[in-house]
């Protein structure tokens, strides 16, 4: 049965197994779908998604092939390329405009037509072309919603409107990494060792064998430390404003180290664009919400693994010159580079993850300053992958 | 149609919308475990309690903690206690099942009535932890093997999960259930579910408050954003105080009873006065 449709869902992007068909095949039997394709629709999506960030897909998918509603005007597929990759993150300030547009929606979509036409490139920040971060109309924010709206009115009756409203657009997750993979990367970072402080709670059979027999079989139990992972992790985010579109990508990386509890000690700071004689100790970077820097190398031992969050990319005096703190009012008597070796130099193991894909580092904004401080860090770019290996380099001896 | 299927309607206690009752009542029908994830305080753990209360059956619920392991839920056998029983003597030591204590799965597979299991906040356990599980959900069964028994189903339990999406979960495990997102409630439903719990709370409070509590969910960079449980403990502190509700629309008392982080309090206030907060990251 459908199975066309369980193909396309599949071709969209979801992870539909035969053995979720059979259950809905089985489901539909039963006849718990009702009569109508609303109740179809319930019943398909309770059975074929497992999680809300696949809702949208679904939606979409449905929506293609019951009824062949549209997406806004069928935008042709790279034109949702260039919008849902964001280049550029707008000023909060910078919003008045967005009313200045009443156009009626029949001539909106004229334009947009006709500008679909026109267009045969990537726009970002412009005021006219369908682009990212502008003022135009047509784009992420402007003709988006809109379009959407005009996709879906409906009165929650009909299944094909209820899925062609896209409700759960906002959870969808195509180009966010997992957290659940990082975490598991994360797994891979222990060392186990039972010398720790713990109470003994394990039975240690061997010696209970022993002592047993050493007592002419009456029974002496003994017990054992339990081995824990000894690993300790210091890590330090860059939250200057150059990592603003990798937040998102950041923020899934501290929620899979704060979440993995089989670390002895986790100590997180923040930075901003380099380490200079304060660490801060909220993501906002907030004067006064800091601690010295020398105070973290003095009291946190040199088994810490040390990783280092951050593009690496800065004006290359605010790594190598005395003062070169961007932050105004701030001087800081050791250049950027110093401190940064002086981590290299008390804790052995350190990585430095950056957002920025590899194959970009060469040639992109800050070049200077990642290459520079590759020299001072093993660098890995902040993929899974990326990670692996970082990891791998903090477990490594040597 | 099966004459299991529509039965659950929600109780006096509890709105369930209809593509819940939906969710529940396939989940009731194809034997398989109903997953619930939603924003935290959207009512997933009172869900099993209101299926058992509609359906007359008993509920086992098993809590998960960090340190909870797959195997606790199944049996315990409790080693120690027969090696001392052995050097004193006590009891039958050959009868290994003396030994053995049934966690709260095995419990709910042992009932002699079809029971609801809740497996409560199962994203709190180890990674691993849903995997350690597909056999025995998939089955409702398990083997000792210290007795050689194998613990069966009488009747398969419904078993409701609830997740707070704290850690992703293996899509293995996924694939074996059936799910439900429970949706933030619009303000209709919201009222509704208010009147179930204070049915007689006066409609001029009520409103404001609701006024009150949209606009804080709808402000952008409040990290925790308060949900229906929230609501309900507010609008509690509002009636026992006595807070005239004209007062709610200029400042919003009790406000630590919605926002429970320091910064979101901020963040509200930064609003509330200049229209725009750049606390945010």
Known sequence: MFIAFFYLLRARGLKVSIGEWMTLTRALEQGLAGAGLTGFYWLCRTIVVCSEADFDKFDVAFAEYFDGIKLPDDLPEEFWKWLSDDKQVRDQADRELADAFLYELDELKRMFEERKIEQTERHDGGNYWIGTGGTSVFGNSGYHERGIRAGGEGRHSHAVQVAGERNFKDFRQDNILDSRQFQVAFRKLRQYSSRIDAQKTELDIDETIKETGDHGGSLRLVYAKPRKNTVKLLVLFDAGGSMRPYSRLTSRLFLAVSKSNHFKDVKFYYFHNCIYDKLYTEPQCRRNEWVDTEYVLNNLDAEYRVIFVGDAAMAPSELDKRGGNAIIGLYNERPGREWLERFRKRYGKCIWLNPIPASEWAYTFGNYTIEQIETIFPMFELTIDGLEAGIKKLIASR | ?281
């Open chain 2, 1 to 281: 149609m099966s004459d299991q299927f529509s039965k659950f309607k929600g109780s006096a206690d509890y709105v369930a919308s209809p593509e819940l009752q939906n969710a529940v009542n396939v989940a009731i029908a194809l034997e398989k475990p109903l997953l619930i994830k939603g924003e935290p305080g959207t009512g997933k753990t009172m869900l099993a309690r209101s299926i058992a209360g509609a359906l007359r059956k008993e509920i086992i619920i098993w809590n998960i903690k960090s340190t909870t392991k797959a195997q606790d839920g199944l049996y315990i056998y409790d080693t120690v206690q027969r090696l001392y029983d052995s050097q004193f003597g006590e009891g039958d030591v050959r009868d290994i099942g003396r030994y053995i204590r049934l966690g709260n799965l095995g419990e709910a597979f042992n009932a002699e009535k079809q029971v609801v299991l809740l497996i409560d906040e199962i994203d709190k356990a180890d990674l691993e932890f849903p995997n350690d599980l597909l056999w025995e959900l998939d089955l409702m069964e398990f083997f000792i093997p210290e007795t050689r028994v194998t613990v069966r189903a009488k009747e398969r339990p419904i078993v409701i999960i609830t997740s707070n999406a704290e850690k992703e979960l293996p899509d293995a495990f996924l694939r074996r259930c059936i799910f439900h997102y429970i949706e933030f409630p619009g303000e209709d439903k919201m009222a509704e579910i208010v009147k179930v719990h204070y049915p007689d709370i006066e409609s001029a409070l009520l409103r404001q408050a609701m006024e009150r509590f949209y606009e804080i969910r709808a402000m952008k960079g409040i990290q925790k954003r308060p949900s229906t449980s929230e609501l309900l403990n507010w609008l509690q502190a509002l009636v026992l105080a006595g807070i005239d509700p004209a007062r709610i629309k200029e400042d919003i008392p009790f406000i630590g009873v919605l926002l429970k982080k320091n910064q979101d309090i901020d963040v509200f206030r930064d609003i509330r006065e200049k229209g725009y907060s750049t606390r945010t990251w």
